[in-house]
């Protein structure tokens, strides 16, 4: 981590784990990405004090290891998912994380359900979430098993889906 994190290399690190965090924060990652959205008030301020971007990711799953346990509705997703970012923004930005460094991820596939149509529906409703929380949107969709569901192919072929679920992602409000 310390040969690759300089001003040529922006390394992004994904973990859960508040001892992950901290090391990757002190080594100056220029993004750290949380499953469970940086649940744990006790790193609040290594984060503050950091500069790296934060990917802040919603999942129906609260805490542990991601397994396919999220069974968020369609019809209750986009909510939840705001509630849920509502209040996670606010406790970053009153610890003195500047907006300008938080990245807001809807999560996708068994994040959010084992039902495919869960996450077609947040996928076709980005723009919703970006109007109500107003911060850049990052989606992640590749080769995800609801894509699977969808078209019938195994994950191996689902390269040209994925592509299709991404345009289809920025078209409606991710960056």
């Known amino acids: 981590l310390d040969a690759l994190s300089d ?14 965090q901290r090391y990757a924060l002190k080594r100056g990652v220029g ?51 705001v509630r849920f970012f509502e209040a996670r923004v606010s406790a970053l930005r009153r610890s003195g994380v500047a907006a300008d460094r938080l990245i807001l991820d809807p999560g996708m ?27 850049p949107l990052l989606v992640s969709v590749s080769r995800k098993s609801f894509l699977g569901a969808t078209v019938g192919l195994p994950v191996k072929d689902l390269g040209p889906a994925s592509l299709a679920a991404e345009l289809h992602a920025i078209g409606n409000g991710a960056d």
Not at 49 to 74: N, Y
């Open 7 to 20: 001003q040529m290399h922006r390394v992004s690190i994904d973990s859960f784990q508040p001892e992950t």
């Open 31 to 81: 993004y750290l990405n949380d499953i469970q959205g940086f649940p744990d008030p006790a790193l609040y301020p290594d984060i503050a004090e950091a500069d790296c971007r934060l990917v802040v990711m919603h999942s129906a799953q609260r805490d542990g290891i991601a397994t396919r346990t999220g069974h968020l509705r369609p019809e209750d997703a986009l909510d939840e998912i």
């Open 109 to 135: 596939g068994f994040f959010l359900s084992p039902a495919p149509e869960t996450s077609l529906h947040v996928l076709s409703n980005l723009q919703k979430l970006k109007s109500a929380l107003g911060l």
